[in-house]
C-alpha cells in the first residue's frame, strides 16, 4: 500500500544546515512535497518536486530525489529559530487525483 | 475569500452526539479535500470532491462518517454518534482541480474534542 516514512525528531544549532528525510513506497507518485506546520497554524506547502528531477533548489531548501531508493530530503541551510517546526514528507496517491498521503512529520527544533 | 476558511475552529461535544464541520474553500477551486490529523500523526485522507461529487471517499473510517458539497463549493463534514476516538483536528484544502495538488492550499483546521 502506499506508506510514507520519517523520523521523529532533528534537533540543529541556530545557523546549521538541517537534514530531513523521508521514504515512501509509492513509484507512480508525480509529485513529493515538504509541507510545514507551525503551533497553531495549519499547513503550508514549502516546497515540491516533480517525479522525474533529482532535485531542486528554492533560496535555503534543497530537496534531493533518488527514485530507486524512494528516498526523500529537505535541506535547510543556515537553519533559524524560526524554521523550528514539523515538516511533513507527502506523495500523492496512485490515482493521481491529488489525494496526498503523509508522513508522521519530523519535528525540528532550533536551538539558539 | 482569501484563504480556506474552517468552522468552527473548535468544537467540543459529548460522545453519542452528532456534529458538522463546514470548510469555504477558495473561490473558483473545484477540488476540495478533508483529512483528519491526530495527535502526533500526520493527517490522513478522508475524502475528496471534483464539483459537487465524491470522488474519492476511501478515508472515511466507517459509515458514522458523510461529506456533502451539494453546490460544489462549501463542503459540510458531518459526524454521527461521535466517539472519543473521533477527536482530532479536520483539516480542509482546496485546489483549481484535479491533478492540480501543487497549488492545494490548507485551512487552519477544526479541532474536535469528543468528551
Known amino acids: 500500500g502506499e506508506d510514507v516514512e520519517q523520523s521523529l525528531f532533528l534537533s540543529v544549532r541556530e545557523g546549521d544546515s538541517s537534514v530531513i528525510n523521508c521514504t515512501y513506497t509509492?513509484?507512480?507518485?508525480?509529485?513529493l512535497y515538504w509541507y510545514k506546520q507551525e503551533p497553531g497554524a495549519g499547513l503550508q506547502l514549502l516546497t515540491y518536486?516533480?517525479?522525474?528531477?533529482d532535485m531542486k533548489q528554492d533560496q535555503r531548501l534543497t530537496v534531493l530525489l533518488n527514485k530507486k531508493d524512494k528516498h526523500l530530503s529537505l535541506r535547510i541551510a543556515d537553519t533559524q529559530t524560526g524554521d523550528s517546526a514539523i515538516y511533513f514528507c507527502?506523495?500523492?496517491?496512485?490515482?493521481?487525483?491529488?489525494?496526498?498521503?503523509f508522513g508522521q512529520g519530523t519535528t525540528l527544533q532550533v536551538k539558539p | 475569500g482569501a484563504g480556506v476558511s474552517q468552522t468552527p475552529s473548535n468544537k467540543v461535544t459529548e460522545k453519542g452526539k452528532y456534529v458538522e464541520l463546514r470548510c469555504d474553500p477558495i473561490?473558483?477551486?473545484?477540488?476540495l479535500y478533508w483529512y483528519r490529523q491526530s495527535l502526533g500523526q500526520g493527517p490522513e485522507f478522508l475524502i475528496y470532491?471534483?464539483?459537487?461529487?465524491?470522488?474519492?471517499d476511501s478515508g472515511l473510517p466507517n459509515d458514522r462518517f458523510f461529506a456533502v458539497r451539494p453546490e460544489g463549493s462549501v463542503s459540510t463534514l458531518k459526524i454521527q454518534r461521535t466517539e472519543r476516538g473521533d477527536s482530532a483536528v479536520y483539516l480542509c484544502?482546496?485546489?483549481?482541480?484535479?491533478?492540480?495538488?501543487?497549488?492545494?492550499?490548507f485551512g487552519q483546521g477544526t479541532r474536535l474534542t469528543v468528551v
Open positions: 473561490s473558483g477551486h473545484t477540488a
Open positions: 507527502a506523495q500523492g496517491g496512485s490515482s493521481n487525483t491529488g489525494k496526498l498521503i
Open positions: 470532491f471534483q464539483g459537487t461529487g465524491a470522488a474519492d
Open positions: 509509492d513509484s507512480s507518485s508525480t509529485y
Open positions: 518536486i516533480f517525479s522525474n528531477m
Open positions: 484544502a482546496s485546489s483549481p482541480g484535479q491533478g492540480r495538488s501543487t497549488e492545494a492550499f
